[in-house]
């Protein structure tokens, strides 16, 4: 039996500079141990953020994959590359991007119109391509017959595509643009010009910045990449405020209204909204937008504190939004009417949220439709920006569509939401 190394020459595979074909780690010094573990910590950075935007960009809901998502298992295959390579002196492997979104495109079937509606989802397709990779080690010679000039013309052109095909092209495009030309349909679109200028132009500054740092610092490039999180976070906000710079980053169209008058006047059929199972719809249901009778809530010992001024009770009025949540709105408006809450005391209030609902473990802390009967439960449900589909069942992790807008944001002044278990969706 020949040793690898002789089977490998016969081969006509050969090491670089006649060294041993795997490295003697032990000769190394602690020094050298040393010197590598500072030098990873800018790789490894540079890999966690190449790796989660490449799964993000191939994953978002725009992409039409259907099959399960791709994280931590593209994570535990890059690092087992990265243990085993070293030993015979191969380099790291990443660079998710932009190759990995371009190769979804590749796959993705359109219609009459050029309109994505689906992804041809299979194995065969990236073990063709890296079986062809794998070809320039089999035959190495095939690689001198290529000219440089294609191989750059390869790379440019799939950094030129990957360019074109962001928010920021679109955006550096209207610096040349008649302003009488510009989308409307933007999620910036409402913004003034300046505003978008300014924002644009930042951006395109970073984008040389992390350009140079790649051609003169080399491993400080990882670093530079990694300010930008502080960046966006801390120095942004200082320029601009936040609402638009999530409406500069946005991917969707403008925000809908979303005052009293919009939501009871909006148009039923620009909406869609879903039809639920009828088994989980309760039967004073009805789509649509109304107002819920002013809700009264009364102290007897303390009083409200408004504006300075001191209330024995308060009043308020109350958006029922059926459109984007029919499920939810139902059920509540139904609960109301049956009586459900009223006398109910307040379980929890901690200047985060005030919370009530809850009745008792007499009652299975929950409305039971009939005294001692199972408590009436429905599924969780999302309704998403640029989406006719309501998620039912499913968080938004779940249902890979993370970074999606929500119709109706908990995080908003005034939001009324529906509690579930921490490990049931639809409680």
């Known amino acids: 039996m020949l040793a690898p190394s002789a089977l490998a020459s016969q081969l006509g595979f050969t090491t670089t500079a006649g060294r041993a074909w795997t490295t003697n780690l032990a000769d190394t010094t602690p020094e050298g141990v040393l010197a590598a573990a500072v030098a990873a910590i800018p790789i490894v950075l540079f890999f966690f953020l190449d790796q989660n935007i490449s799964s993000i960009m191939c994953q978002k809901a725009g992409m039409h994959i259907q099959k399960g998502a791709y994280y931590h298992s593209s994570f535990a295959c890059m690092a087992l590359f990265n243990f085993l390579g070293p030993i015979w002196g191969l380099p790291f492997v990443t660079g998710s991007l932009p190759h990995s979104p371009q190769f ?71 610096f040349f643009t008649d302003p009488q030309y510009h989308p409307a349909d933007k999620g910036w679109s409402h913004l003034p010009r300046r505003t978008v200028h300014f924002f644009t132009a930042i951006q395109l500054l970073l984008v040389v910045g992390c350009w140079l740092c790649n051609i003169y610092i080399g491993l400080g490039f990882p670093l530079f990449v990694v300010t930008l999180i502080p960046i966006r976070f801390k120095v942004l906000p200082c320029l601009f405020s936040n609402k638009d710079i999530e409406s500069l980053l946005s991917e969707d169209k403008p925000a809908e209204p979303q005052s009293a008058d919009d939501l009871q006047n909006a148009d039923p059929e620009k909406v869609s909204p879903p039809v639920p199972d009828e088994e989980h719809v ?85 409305f039971q439709p009939t005294p001692g009967g199972p408590v009436r439960t429905i599924p969780l449900e999302v309704g998403l920006r640029g989406r006719s589909e309501t998620l039912y069942g499913e968080t938004i992790d779940e249902a890979r569509l993370v970074g999606k807008e929500v119709k109706i944001p908990f995080q908003a002044d005034g939001t009324v939401a529906l509690a579930r278990r921490e490990f049931d969706n639809d409680s």
């Open 104 to 174: 979804v495109h590749a796959m993705t079937v359109t219609d009459a119109k050029h309109k994505p509606v689906g992804v041809v989802e299979n194995r065969i397709a990236p073990f063709v391509g890296y079986g062809l990779m794998m070809l320039a080690l089999v035959f190495p010679k095939l690689i001198s017959l290529l000219p440089e000039t294609a191989v750059y013309g390869a790379l440019t052109y799939v950094g030129l595509k990957a360019a074109m095909g962001t928010q920021l092209w679109e955006r550096f495009l209207l």
């Open 282 to 366: 309760p039967a004073v249901f009805q789509f649509g937008r109304g107002f819920h009778a002013p809700p009264e809530v009364h102290r007897e010992a303390a009083r409200y504190a408004l504006d300075s001024e001191l209330f024995n009770e308060a009043k308020f009025k109350m958006i029922v939004d059926g459109y984007s949540s029919p499920l939810s709105a139902g059920n509540f408006v139904d609960l109301v009417q049956r009586s459900f809450y009223n006398g109910m005391s307040i379980q929890r209030a901690d200047g985060f949220i005030i919370q009530t609902g809850d009745p008792g473990p007499a009652s299975g802390n929950g």
